[in-house]
T-cell receptor, first 112, second 114 residues
Framework: SQKIEQNSEALNIQEGKTATLTCNYTNYSPAYLQWYRQDPGRGPVFLLLIRENEKEKRKERLKVTFDTTLKQSLFHITASQPADSATYLCALGHSGTYKYIFGTGTRLKVLA | DTGVSQDPRHKITKRGQNVTFRCDPISEHNRLYWYRQTLGQGPEFLTYFQNEAQLEKSRLLSDRFSAERPKGSFSTLEIQRTEQGDSAMYLC????????????FGPGTRLTVL
């Protein structure tokens, strides 16, 4: 069955460092991969989209890579700040449907 | 604010009762999604609409769940004969009809079944 794995344990990093979050998937060939941020008690907020034919996408301090051979996406936040503390979710979409499957999310805590 | 809105924000009900939630998407968005999220998990897909057509429904969704989007604008999600396992956050999202387009999520409706 399709499976999406994100680090289940919380990631703690020091302010100013680069945070790297992983999203691994099996039994799936996504055409699109999205990253969302979710704060407690709120709905997810879209951050970045990367397509299967793209290796890398950047937006301000954010960078996403997509390796369809390794079946993995990496999400980087450079120069992290305490305000970046949140849960980050990856979501995979197939070209044949507009349904997205979400990972379990990784909780990031940036320490001042 | 022209974002996605959901009503109610919180609902407490007794087991066996029926509940209905409403979602108002961003006005120009054709696509509308319903998800369920429990603590420590990501959103779980329930169903989605394109305009008024329900295009896909999760196999995980039992017959007690039904969703409608009668005029292609707002949507309702009804849960009949609620069970304690239905306790969760129910999220609605909308998007434009473009491949890979971002979803805009509402604040969610938190359901507690006693």
């Amino acid at each position: 069955s399709q499976k999406i794995e994100q680090n289940s344990e919380a990631l703690n990093i020091q302010e100013g460092k680069t945070a790297t979050l992983t999203c691994n998937y099996t039994n799936y060939s996504p055409a699109y991969l999205q990253w969302y941020r979710q704060d407690p008690g709120r709905g997810p907020v879209f951050l970045l989209l990367i397509r299967e034919n793209e290796k890398e996408k950047r937006k301000e301090r954010l960078k996403v890579t997509f390796d369809t051979t390794l079946k993995q996406s990496l999400f980087h936040i450079t120069a992290s700040q305490p305000a970046d503390s949140a849960t980050y979710l990856c979501a995979l979409g197939h070209s044949g449907t507009y349904k997205y499957i979400f990972g379990t999310g990784t909780r990031l805590k940036v320490l001042a | 604010d022209t974002g996605v809105s959901q009503d109610p924000r919180h609902k407490i009900t007794k087991r066996g009762q029926n509940v209905t939630f409403r979602c108002d998407p961003i006005s120009e968005h054709n696509r509308l999604y319903w998800y369920r999220q429990t603590l420590g998990q990501g959103p779980e897909f329930l169903t989605y609409f394109q305009n008024e057509a329900q295009l896909e429904k999760s196999r995980l969704l039992s017959d007690r769940f039904s969703a409608e989007r009668p005029k292609g604008s707002f949507s309702t999600l009804e849960i009949q004969r609620t069970e304690q396992g239905d306790s969760a956050m129910y999220l609605c999202a909308s998007s434009l009809v473009l491949a890979g387009n971002e979803q805009f999520f509402g604040p969610g409706t938190r359901l507690t079944v006693l």
